[in-house]
T-cell receptor
Framework: NAGVTQTPKFQVLKTGQSMTLQCAQDMNHNSMYWYRQDPGMGLRLIYYSASEGTTDKGEVPNGYNVSRLNKREFSLRLESAAPSQTSVYFC??????????FGSGTRLTVV | AQSVTQLGSHVSVSEGALVLLRCNYSSSVPPYLFWYVQYPNQGLQLLLKYTSAATLVKGINGFEAEFKKSETSFHLTKPSAHMSDAAEYFCAVSAVGYQKVTFGIGTKLQVIP
């Protein structure tokens, strides 16, 4: 099983450009999440989807949008990238309180 | 509301010594507690979890943690550190019936030969 697959692994954007981070899981999990990881700040929740067809804001949603395309896929979109969005982005999925399965991350640099 | 405090952003131990990484939590309802490990340039991997069964939880790679409600703690231990344990460790909390997880800021473990 692949688990949680994120694409791309690396990306450099110019300020103002847009992009979509893709995430897919093959574990039939209901819930999916997007986190960002910054030094000294741990992981902060951007958006989550408790089940197919629903999405909710997390701790730091400004500047992002999400789409739960189907049960497998949960994408994160930056409409107009800013340097403050330079970070490592992780997608995760879970089923009830079993704990998260994480993807390997996307390293995004906005210049 | 829920939160996690990890004491010590960096911890150094000698190979073969006891590993103790501290975590205290705050939760208004009975918590679920987790420890994750992150190796360089990788995603996080679940080490162990507490979900209201046994208070002493055993995980992978010889790690264990004990849930102490009176101290609101969930410290991670390993009797003998190995070089391969060098990584960053995250404590996390969620509430029963509530799947969102709140992470601590992480503790980087250095193992000295």
């Amino acid at each position: 099983n692949a688990g949680v697959t994120q694409t791309p692994k690396f990306q450099v954007l110019k300020t103002g450009q847009s992009m979509t981070l893709q995430c897919a899981q093959d574990m039939n999990h209901n819930s999916m999440y997007w986190y960002r990881q910054d030094p000294g700040m741990g992981l902060r929740l951007i958006y989550y989807s408790a089940s197919e067809g629903t999405t909710d804001k997390g701790e730091v949603p400004n500047g992002y949008n999400v789409s739960r395309l189907n049960k497998r896929e949960f994408s994160l979109r930056l409409e107009s990238a800013a340097p403050s969005q330079t970070s490592v982005y992780f997608c995760a999925s879970s089923e009830r309180e079993d704990g998260y399965t994480f993807g390997s991350g996307t390293r995004l640099t906005v210049v | 509301a829920q939160s996690v405090t990890q004491l010590g952003s960096h911890v150094s131990v000698s190979e073969g010594a006891l590993v103790l990484l501290r975590c205290n939590y705050s939760s208004s309802v009975p918590p679920y507690l987790f420890w994750y490990v992150q190796y360089p340039n990788q995603g996080l991997q679940l080490l162990l979890k507490y979900t209201s069964a046994a208070t002493l939880v055993k995980g992978i790679n010889g790690f264990e943690a004990e849930f102490k409600k009176s101290e609101t703690s969930f410290h991670l231990t390993k009797p003998s550190a190995h070089m391969s344990d060098a990584a960053e460790y995250f404590c996390a909390v969620s509430a029963v019936g509530y799947q969102k997880v709140t992470f601590g800021i992480g503790t980087k473990l250095q193992v000295i030969p």
